[in-house]
């Protein structure tokens, strides 16, 4: 069992930056492939970012050069540092694990938090 909690989000303006934190408990975080996904209003919940144990990065293509996902095991913690922050980013930002290989789909993980929005005005 592994719960998950969300902290960083807020709101700035476009073009600012934002780090977004995900704490998570268990003893066997490190085998977990941890990944960040959004949801805006009336859209689906979509993949942001993932990274597995080892330290292998994935990225979706709207958020590449911009965004850098990052784990540190020994804390439990995964972050999200998001750069150049567009309008178009401003969503509910979830983190989520999964013990399986897949890392795009929402269906492929096991634990979520429970979110944090972010908010980027123009």
């Known amino acids: 069992q592994v719960q998950l909690v969300e902290s960083g989000g807020g709101l700035v303006q476009a073009g600012a930056s934002l780090r977004l934190s995900c704490a998570a408990s268990g003893r066997t975080f490190s085998s977990y492939l941890m990944g960040w996904f959004r949801q805006a209003p009336g859209k689906e919940r979509e993949f942001v970012a993932g990274i597995r144990w080892s330290g292998y990065t994935y990225y979706a293509d709207s958020v590449v050069g911009r965004f850098t996902i990052s784990r540190d095991n020994a804390k439990n913690m995964v972050y999200l540092q998001m750069n150049s922050l567009k309008p178009e980013d401003t969503a509910v930002y979830y983190c989520?694990?999964?013990?399986?290989?897949?890392?795009?789909?929402?269906?492929?993980?096991?634990?979520w938090g429970q979110g944090t929005q972010v908010t980027v005005s123009s």
């Open positions: 989520a694990a999964t013990y399986n290989e897949g890392y795009y789909l929402p269906a492929e993980y096991d634990y």
